[in-house]
Structures are given as structure tokens and as C-alpha cells.
């Protein structure tokens, strides 16, 4: 079964709007943790942001922030303020402290555009 | 700076010729992962190290292997590389806290010929 869901598989944005990027997850877990990460075309893996399961107050780190709905179990990413160089793709992913060595789930991810 | 290396960046190899890429960390972490990772695709966990114990994914096939001889260094070998198996090769690390990041190193890129 699908752990992470992410439905937009493209977006664009226009420079300096604000943008949200919509992740859904599933588990039975209690205590799980939440991640977004960046991948721009060159390959790399850039972590972003994080969110536990118990954290009360939304994640927040510079102009990424992350909207946790636990009821909805939703953890949708806002980049607010795009810049160009913010074009990459952006995958949720979610480990759960039943994985040993907490593997982490990845979305299939969203392809964002940022255009000038 | 405390990072993830891969090494190489670009691998080319031929149908059916061992290949090994290497990852090497300075952060100390007591897990090491190995994703792959096709086209337009999420990473795949293939296998991860807890310390010297060895996990490996139920479906991740028998073509790869692994050996993590110390904390800093970890090798993903292919025995036989099918064409399949042309993919970004992602090393990732962390620590054991659930509330971690993974750290990934820039990736192996690997073309079968």
C-alpha cells in the first residue's frame, strides 16, 4: 500500500508567489517523523524540512514551512517567496519508527517550475 | 565540512561486468543506506546498515551486494549489471534518532553499455 502520496506530479509558480506542494501519508504508527527534500536536476538529495508526529507547532526553516494537518494526515510543503533556483523536484517521505533503522518512505514526487 | 562522498559521480560499465561504487562519510552516523533510484522515479531502499548489521529489502534482488567494512565506508556491489539496473545510485547516512535527517551524499549516476 501507498505510504506517501503526492498528487501533483507538476507545478509552476511564478517568481516570488507562494507556492504549496501537497503530501498525504498513511501509517498506524503513533510516533512517525516527516520529511520533505529537494532534488534539483543535478541529483542530490537536499533536506528541507522536518516534522514529528508529536511536534505541536508546524515546522518552519526560512521560507520553507510545513503544514500539518495529523487528522487529515496531510504535511503539505510551503515554499513561500519562490526564487528561481527553486525548480527541483520535491518529494515527501515519511519513516516510521517500526523500520528498523527508520528507512524512510519517499513520494513519488512533484516536479516544481518556477518561472520568471 | 562533515558530508557524504560518492564516488564516482558518472560510472559506465558493460552488460554483465562486476561494478562497485563507494560511499564514505565524515559524520559519524551508525546507519548507512543505499537507494536506487530510476527515471522520473522516488529512491528505492535496496539495503541498510545498522553498525555491522545488514538489512537488506525483501524485493531488492540477489545482483546486489554490500559491504560496510568500517563506520566511515560503505560499497554497493552489482555483480552482473543487467540494462535494468541503469540508475542514480543515492548513499544516505543518519543517526538513530527517529527525528534525524537522512544526509545523501550527490549520487553515483550508473549507464550500462
Known amino acids: ?116 | 565540512d562533515a558530508m557524504v562522498i560518492q564516488n564516482p559521480r558518472y560510472q559506465v560499465t558493460q552488460f554483465g561486468k562486476p561494478v562497485t561504487l563507494s560511499c564514505s562519510q565524515t559524520l559519524n552516523h551508525n546507519v548507512m543506506y543505499w537507494y536506487q533510484q530510476k527515471s522520473s522515479q522516488a529512491p528505492k531502499l535496496l539495503f541498510h546498515y545498522y553498525d555491522k548489521d545488514f538489512n537488506n529489502e525483501a524485493d531488492t534482488p540477489d545482483n546486489f551486494q554490500s559491504r560496510r567494512p568500517n563506520t566511515s565506508f560503505c560499497f554497493l556491489d552489482i555483480r552482473s549489471p543487467g540494462l535494468g539496473d541503469a540508475a542514480m545510485y543515492l548513499c544516505a547516512t543518519s543517526p538513530l534518532n527517529s527525528n534525524q535527517p537522512q544526509h545523501f551524499g550527490d549520487g553515483t549516476r550508473l549507464s550500462i553499455l
Open chain 1, 1 to 116: 500500500a501507498q505510504k506517501i502520496t503526492q498528487t501533483q506530479p507538476g507545478m509552476f509558480v511564478q517568481e516570488k508567489e507562494a507556492v504549496t506542494l501537497d503530501c498525504t501519508y498513511d501509517t498506524s504508527d503513533q510516533s512517525y517523523g516527516l520529511f520533505w527534500y529537494k532534488q534539483p536536476s543535478s541529483g542530490e538529495m537536499i533536506f528541507l524540512i522536518y516534522q514529528g508526529s508529536y511536534d505541536e507547532q508546524n515546522a518552519t526553516e526560512g521560507r520553507y514551512s510545513l503544514n500539518f494537518q495529523k487528522a487529515r494526515k496531510s504535511a503539505n510543503l510551503v515554499i513561500s517567496a519562490s526564487q528561481l533556483g527553486d525548480s527541483a523536484m520535491y518529494f515527501c517521505a515519511m519513516r516510521e519508527v517500526s523500520n528498523s533503522g527508520y528507512a524512510l518512505n519517499f513520494g513519488k514526487g512533484t516536479s516544481l517550475l518556477v518561472t520568471p
